[in-house]
């Protein structure tokens, strides 16, 4: 039933989705043709993919806790390192297009909910060598590893934050006197994606962006979507499918804008 309804959400996408060509916002045409749509190899592609490669064949046995899949999940499992490489780690494409919407932002801090084993974090530290980067992960042994990570792709500028969300966020948050950037990837439950939100509101600024994972995941992060959107504050949203990006531009009419990828 979800391959179904997923699929059916993924072709309504695609029906859907307009190119740069079929935007009239200057500021969405902008970041679709010079961001989105950037698809030239990088050198910082191959590095950071180098490291992807090792975890890849890394068959160390850790504990997984799993904070973020419901009650009804054993919420501890053990796995080899390069089966969680294979199945949890973020796409290149993705992983990649994260690394463009920061270069091209230039926050002076990035927040990332769900560090799994730190491939996404390096490419948004790289992305962003100047900005202090708080990588949010509740598995401590998954941490371990991205800790690892971190070291093989020689990035100093990131602040692991290990524990579950609903207690780590907030402190991080108040800490901070604006949001730059904020990555949610973790917890994929609607009513938990809606209060990461709403905990975020007070922070932003007319340059801050947040990028929410797998928004037609379930039903649910589906609702917690649509209910973003609508927000008062919301300005502008573009929907790539994978990810969905919120913006609260002032002045800016309001519109939602699904692209494709």
Same mark, same amino acid.
């Given at each position: 039933m979800f391959n179904l309804r997923f699929a059916k959400d993924y072709l309504f996408h695609r029906l859907k989705a307009k190119n740069r060509h079929g935007v009239h916002s200057p500021f969405v045409y902008r970041l679709i043709d010079n961001v989105i749509y950037d698809f030239e190899s990088k050198k910082v592609y191959a590095e950071v993919e180098n490291v992807r490669k090792q975890l890849? =064949?890394? @068959?160390?046995i850790i504990t997984i806790t799993d904070l973020g899949a419901g009650s009804h999940v054993n919420n501890n499992r053990q796995k080899k390192i390069s089966d969680v490489a294979h @199945? %949890?780690?973020k796409p290149p494409k993705l992983a990649q297009l994260l690394y463009r919407l920061v270069a091209d932002l230039k926050p002076n801090n990035i927040i990332e909910l769900g560090t799994c084993l $730190?491939?996404?974090t390096l490419y948004l530290q790289k992305a962003a060598p100047g900005a202090k980067v708080y990588t949010m992960e509740g598995c401590p042994e998954t941490a371990k590893i %991205? /800790?690892?990570t971190f070291k093989k792709g020689s990035i100093a500028a990131v602040e692991p934050v290990i524990g579950n969300f609903d207690d780590t966020l907030p402190g991080v948050i108040e800490n901070l006197d604006q949001l730059d950037f904020v990555f949610v990837d973790g917890n994929h439950q609607k009513d938990a994606t809606l209060q990461y939100f709403k905990w975020c509101l007070p922070k932003v600024h007319e340059n801050t962006m947040l990028i929410f994972d797998d928004i037609y995941w379930s039903t649910g992060m589906k609702e917690a979507w649509a209910q973003i959107k609508a927000h008062p504050q919301v300005t502008v949203t573009i929907d790539?499918?994978? =990810? $969905?990006l919120v913006f609260f531009k002032p002045g800016q009419a309001k519109e939602d804008f699904?692209? /494709?990828?």
């Open positions: 890849f =064949i890394d @068959n160390r @199945n %949890a780690l $730190g491939i996404t %991205a /800790k690892e790539l499918f994978w =990810i $969905g699904l692209v /494709k990828v």
